[in-house]
């Protein structure tokens, strides 16, 4: 595929876990260029992709870019795309990391741009390993999402879903890792203290995931006959705490970012 123009509004987290899966995959572009208000941030976004020209730009340039990442957080999505308006070429290509600004909403502050992509990223994209659902707006013709779906590629996986699941999955897939990757960590913590050697604990937690995750999915068994496979729980008393955070936390956010 040709090197398309690129940019992204804002320079945070999500551009770093995107330039890295691109770095990883040997896909990076020559260069790209960034839109962001925190000179340290840029900064720091050229020290560590330095083989790739990171050039600054504004709100008032998106008309010299193909695809334009909107990489900032909803509460100032209004405001950006405001200031985007009337600077974004016919054929230009929006793509949209965030949840809760729909496709109509997104192109109704754009007066009525229609090349418009919504995809909710998923950190694990920084190591080609990420589930990343996308939506296309009915204004990207199917050249233009197969380009997509190649450049999309090096970040892990792409399904395409509905535009009204993609808060659902930035709950499920987007903040997912959140929720365990805590708990990993104080098992491989636990596995030190007990006699492994670093390497032997994070071979033992990745398989164990590995091997968890197949069983409860691909055995064949119930939930409660998966269950029931080991007979000891240590932490089986608080089971029904966890349970009460995940679903009165996780619903209020969800119910949140879907309003």
């Given at each position: 595929m040709q090197e398309k123009s690129i940019t992204f509004i804002g320079g945070g987290r999500i551009v770093k876990i995107l330039l890295q899966g691109l770095q990883k995959a040997n896909?990076?572009?020559?260069?790209?260029?960034?839109?962001?208000t925190s000179s340290e941030t840029f900064q720091n976004l050229q020290k560590r992709f330095q083989d790739i020209k990171i050039n600054s730009t504004t709100l008032t340039d998106c008309d010299k870019f193909e695809?334009?990442?909107l990489a900032v957080h909803p509460p100032v999505m209004g405001e950006v795309l405001g200031k985007m308006t009337g600077h974004v070429k016919e054929n230009s290509i929006?793509?949209?990391?965030a949840p809760k600004f729909t496709c109509a909403r997104i192109s109704e502050l754009l007066n009525g741009?229609?090349?418009?992509?919504?995809?909710?990223?998923?950190?694990p994209s920084i190591v080609n390993a990420g589930y990343n659902?996308?939506?296309?707006?009915?204004?990207?013709?199917d050249p233009e999402k197969q380009e997509l779906f190649k450049f999309f590629a090096a970040f892990g996986q792409t399904p395409e879903v509905e535009e009204n699941q993609?808060?659902?999955?930035?709950?499920?897939?987007?903040?997912?890792?959140?929720?365990?990757?805590?708990?990993?960590?104080?098992?491989?913590?636990?596995s030190i203290d007990f006699g492994m050697?670093?390497?032997?604990?994070?071979?033992?937690?990745?398989?164990m995931l590995s091997g968890a995750i197949k069983t409860l999915h691909r055995?064949?068994?119930t939930y409660e006959e998966v269950i029931d496979l080991i007979p000891v729980k240590p932490i089986g008393e608080h089971e029904e705490q966890i349970s009460e955070i995940y679903r009165t936390k996780l619903t209020g956010l969800f119910n949140k970012i879907k309003s």
């Open positions: 896909k990076s572009p020559q260069h790209i260029n960034v839109c962001e695809y334009i990442f929006v793509i949209s990391l741009h229609k090349k418009i992509v919504r995809m909710i990223p998923n950190a659902p996308v939506y296309f707006n009915s204004g990207i013709s993609l808060e659902a999955y930035a709950i499920i897939t987007g903040m997912g890792p959140t929720y365990l990757w805590f708990q990993w960590q104080e098992l491989e913590k636990l050697t670093l390497d032997q604990a994070r071979t033992a937690m990745y398989n055995s064949g068994l």
